[in-house]
């Protein structure tokens, strides 16, 4: 993408040799996200043009350098995209995700839209015999959902809301189920988003285009409220009502990316002495958990893709998102 909305192809030499710790992958499925999307409309805060994107992605690997032990010619496998420095401080403590120099292929560094890819091991997560291609590249978004969920302690038994039934919102909120909270509410004002929730499991859904939120809420929850709120949506409204409705001394998880910076109301954060938490993408032990999720069933991809596009029609891809809105959920480009 040399520009926002302009695609342009070049072919490229293949690559001469890999390393001993490095992988060489033939891609064959690419996830467009919400993410993508704000790079194509120029409205992503850190992103600098040209940029070959993808990032959330399935493959089989093609070879292997000679001391990778987590792979072999032939598997399916998906990697983490982000590039550490693993000398700053948030590196030496565990936190790459936060990394100060942190770049993500696909924003930073060039990602996935080729056909050849190569990664260092220690990013490479293999995909099970169970699992197809299209959910091998849902195993990145569900990576945001496992990490969001395991942001705050003692999520178990506490009740929740997630703002926002896209495909990261869909996620976080079967991650809350399969984490054990009491009662999980996903919010949003589609009814095919909230449809698709119910399918995966979500029982709680709630349109605020029809009905207020408080509404929704008390009927919901009852008097027990909600404790933990997941702001998935990166709008304003969303913010708000959530910070001003979670019981005082509560847990608010944000997500969402905002195309600009919002309000946040002191009062609310002040006086009811709310939590607020960042949740920036994952760490490896994410990706482990979304793989053992989804492999046993407890999370479910399948009625989150909508679409599929060849790798030639990548442009189609985003004017099919950009004309279906919010019918549109998760739309694959196959390579």
């Known amino acids: 993408m040399v520009s926002p909305g302009l695609i342009e192809y070049h072919e490229v030499p293949e690559p001469e040799q890999i390393l001993d710790n490095e992988i060489l992958l033939e891609i064959k499925k690419i996830g467009i996200c919400g993410s993508d999307i704000h790079v194509f409309y120029g409205t992503h805060p850190a992103t ?54 942190l770049r993500v292929q696909g924003f930073q560094a060039p990602g996935v839209a080729q056909d050849l890819f190569v990664v260092a091991e220690d990013r490479i997560v293999a995909i099970p015999d169970n699992m197809s291609l299209d959910q091998g590249a849902m195993i990145e978004p569900a990576a945001v959902g496992a990490h969001s969920t395991n942001r705050i302690s003692g999520l178990k038994g506490k009740n929740a809301v997630v703002s926002g039934a896209g495909t990261i919102g869909n996620l976080i909120a079967q991650f809350a189920i399969a984490r054990g909270a009491k009662k999980v509410l996903i919010t949003d004002i589609s009814h095919s988003r909230l449809d698709i929730a119910e399918q995966c499991g979500i029982a ?44 005082k001394g509560g847990d608010i998880v944000i997500i969402g990316i905002y195309s600009q910076n919002p309000v946040i109301n002191m009062f609310y954060l002040g006086e009811h002495e709310l939590n607020v938490f960042g949740s920036m993408m994952y760490r490896h032990e994410d990706y482990e958990t979304a793989v053992e999720m989804m492999s046993s069933g407890k999370i479910i991809t399948g009625p989150l893709l909508t679409k599929s596009f060849p790798f030639d029609k990548y442009f189609d891809a985003y004017k099919f998102i950009e004309e279906h809105g919010e019918m549109s959920m998760k739309v694959m480009i196959d390579l």
């Open 48 to 101: 600098p043009y040209p940029v070959v994107q993808g990032h959330e992605y399935s493959a089989i690997v093609k070879a292997t350098g000679k001391n990778v032990t987590k792979v072999k010619p032939g598997m399916k496998a998906t990697a983490r995209p982000q590039l550490v420095c693993g000398e700053c401080g948030p590196c030496r403590r565990g936190q790459y995700n936060a990394c100060q120099k």
């Open 204 to 247: 709680g859904t709630l349109n605020v285009k029809e009905v207020s939120f408080d509404e929704g809420v008390r009927s919901f929850f009852g008097e027990e409220g909600f404790q933990v709120g997941f702001e998935a949506a990166g709008v304003q409204s969303s913010l708000d009502v959530l910070m001003k409705s979670v019981e």
